[in-house]
């Protein structure tokens, strides 16, 4: 299959938005794998989780989400880290709405207030919303 | 040609092999032609997609020369040494399923000048190479496969 490329998009910032948790298995993937292809496309690839999206990265919940063709979400949140994707988790959902303490969330996840996710969303090239 | 798993290894190819990174290298002076390596391919599945570094490129060793997409896998391919890209392979971005079944030949991915020849020789060769890619197959349990198209 022929990929068309466009002008080379590293050093592009795009912001992700996750509001999906595990209520939603199949909706939980794609975000991921989107991430992790733009982070080896080298654009700055940055995921906000708000809502009950920071469900997703507790400590041993991506093992539970299944996928339609097999296997795991974590594979793809594993890629996602590996590829460099920075994760964001909204302190307030975390604290409010997930009832998830700091600790409990895997390596990688750096917890911010919402006014994080309003800078970021003003800085980058692109905003998507899943 | 060494065979570990099923996968083969050429030995007329040096290794880069860092954290997800298995690519050949083939080295011809201060000229190299890189691409993906049996356990890569097959740890990706059928690659769906390819986009490569255009000619003229300039590239630090471990920075992208090109990025794949198999729909389970998707992630860069680095740049094994500093140097140039002077030739994507424009067969394979018409046709990724080379990458799978033909990883050695017709599925190279880029040519590449090294402009740190140094830098060659920090690349893996011979028995080196096998056991740091036997530990990997073993670890992450591969057992390679030639996807068919």
């Known amino acids: 299959m022929t990929e068309t490329t466009s002008a080379d998009p590293a050093g592009k910032k795009i912001l992700m938005v996750m509001t999906t948790g595990p209520e939603d298995p199949d909706k939980t993937y794609a975000p991921f794998y989107t991430a992790a292809l733009m982070a080896a496309m080298e654009i700055d690839t940055t995921m906000y989780f708000l809502m009950h999206a920071p469900e997703l990265l507790k400590k041993g919940a991506a093992e539970k989400v299944p996928l339609k063709k097999g296997g795991s979400l974590k594979m793809f949140v594993d890629m996602a880290l590996e590829n460099g994707v920075k994760f964001l988790a909204c302190a307030e959902s975390c604290r409010d709405l997930c009832e998830i303490a700091p600790g409990e969330l895997i390596d990688g996840v750096k917890l911010v207030g919402s006014a994080t996710m309003a800078d970021l969303a003003l800085e980058a090239d692109s905003v998507l919303s899943f | ?149």
């Open chain 2, 1 to 149: 040609m060494a065979i570990l798993n099923g996968c083969e290894f050429p030995e007329d190819r040096a290794y880069f092999i860092e954290r997800t990174q298995m690519t050949w290298v083939k080295v011809e002076g201060d000229r190299i032609t890189v691409g993906l390596t049996d356990p890569a391919q097959t740890r990706a599945g059928k690659i769906l997609h390819v986009r490569l570094k255009v000619a003229g490129t300039s590239r630090e060793r471990g920075k992208p020369i090109a990025t794949v997409e198999s729909g389970k896998w998707a992630g860069p391919v680095m740049a094994p040494v500093t140097g140039t890209v002077v030739e994507p392979n424009a067969e394979v971005e018409k046709d990724p399923s080379l990458l799978n079944t033909d990883p050695y030949g017709r599925g190279w991915i880029v040519k590449m000048t090294a402009t740190v020849p140094a830098e060659i020789a920090t690349l893996l060769t011979g028995a080196e190479a096998l056991a740091r890619f036997k530990e990997i197959l073993e670890k992450d349990n591969i057992r390679c496969m030639r996807c068919q198209t």
